[in-house]
């Protein structure tokens, strides 16, 4: 005991350790690490990360707005409270906000653009509270009307390029932080076919040969962009509920004949560690509690420089308490994005102080 106090002291105070992760604030920010003579022994060089988790979480919330969406944003919104508890628990430095799937409209570069389209890139909410906080009133009542954006929404549907428009403009200006962990959540029975070459109700809808279809990588290549980060270390994901398979179609087909399976939500969110739920289910608490569950994984995962060469050496402790390894209430280290991630109950809370100390 006496000799981790040492170590934390010197390392917080001695400048000329290599340490560059201690009392840092970043919200799962770049890659960390920080060392120290463990002295004795093999001559290994200690890594020691102390962190304040100050948890920074922006949920972007694309909801389509085309025919027959009032069922899924009815099932959405009722859904909601175990998820709006979780993140209200964890004290969470939040900002959430929605955006229809015709915001792509608004986007100047579309093929046919209108510039009576303009407003459809700001974020909705019939009480004008565009991003919602933790601080925000009667949160869950303000969000849930936020997210039932109606069903007279253009039929042309575009999440893709509908969440870059509203997160290029200027209206929305103050959402996305620096420091943050972004979540992209999309609810739609329809799959993505942006490209801006196509303008808006141009046929074909839905045609994946068409030459204008946008591919997957201008869309993580604008993410990685956009939050300066890139591969296993991204700082964003983008999960959906959608139509994932022809059981859920044969179903969804009876209220909307233009369902589609949404194959390319599915490829976004394997890409980017995201998670897909089913549109057809009745109840979307379980698919919300894992999606919930992945942000809160993601946005609080450490990345390091230098993996451990041992984990059964590894000592991690949470304001002081030792948390074990162990992926369903304790902590893990992903060797694809050299980090450790933590998991159900021992995920930080906000200003959580994180001690982790290895050998490489």
Request: hydrophobic share 35%.
């Amino acid at each position: 005991m006496r000799y981790s106090t040492w170590i934390y002291i010197l390392v917080c105070t001695t400048l000329s350790l290599s340490l560059v992760a201690c009392n840092n604030r970043l919200s799962g920010g770049a890659p960390v690490s920080g060392s120290l003579s463990a002295g004795g022994g093999g001559g290994g060089t200690q890594q020691v990360i102390i962190r304040t988790m100050n948890t920074q979480l922006d949920l972007l919330w694309v909801i389509d707005d085309s025919g027959f969406q009032a069922g899924p944003q009815s099932i959405l919104t009722g859904s909601l409270g175990p998820t709006y508890s979780y993140l209200a628990s964890q004290g969470w430095d939040l900002h959430m906000a929605v955006v229809g799937t015709d915001a792509y409209m608004a986007d100047p570069l579309l093929a046919n653009y209108n510039s009576v389209n303009a407003p459809l890139a700001q974020f909705k909410s019939p009480s004008s509270n565009f991003i919602v906080t933790q601080n925000t009133l009667n949160l869950s009542s303000v969000f849930d009307a936020n997210l039932s954006i109606g069903q007279t929404g253009n039929n042309d549907d575009r999440a893709f390029s509908s969440f870059r428009t509203a997160l290029n403009s200027s209206l929305n200006s103050g959402f996305l932080r620096s420091t943050s962990f972004l979540g992209i959540f999309i609810l739609s029975d329809q799959d993505d076919f942006s490209g801006n070459g196509r303008g808006s109700d141009v046929i074909p809808q839905h045609s994946y040969s068409d030459p204008n279809l946008e591919p997957l990588s201008v869309y993580t290549s604008y993410l990685d962009g956009l939050t300066g980060t890139t591969g296993n270390s991204r700082r964003y994901s983008v999960s959906a509920i959608d139509v994932p398979d022809n059981t859920c179609l044969t179903t969804r087909l009876m209220t909307n004949v233009y369902a589609i399976i949404g194959m390319r939500y599915s490829q976004l969110a394997a890409s980017t560690n995201g998670v897909i739920g089913d549109l057809c289910d009745s109840d979307y608490t379980p698919d919300m509690a894992t999606i919930s569950n992945q942000w809160a994984i993601l946005a609080t995962q450490i990345f390091v420089t230098v993996p451990p060469s041992n984990l059964n050496v590894v000592n991690v402790t949470v304001n002081g308490v030792t948390v074990n390894q162990d992926p369903a209430n304790g902590w893990t280290f992903n060797t694809n994005s050299n980090s450790f991630q933590f998991h159900g109950t021992s995920i930080p809370k906000y200003g959580a102080a994180i001690n982790i100390t290895y050998m490489p």
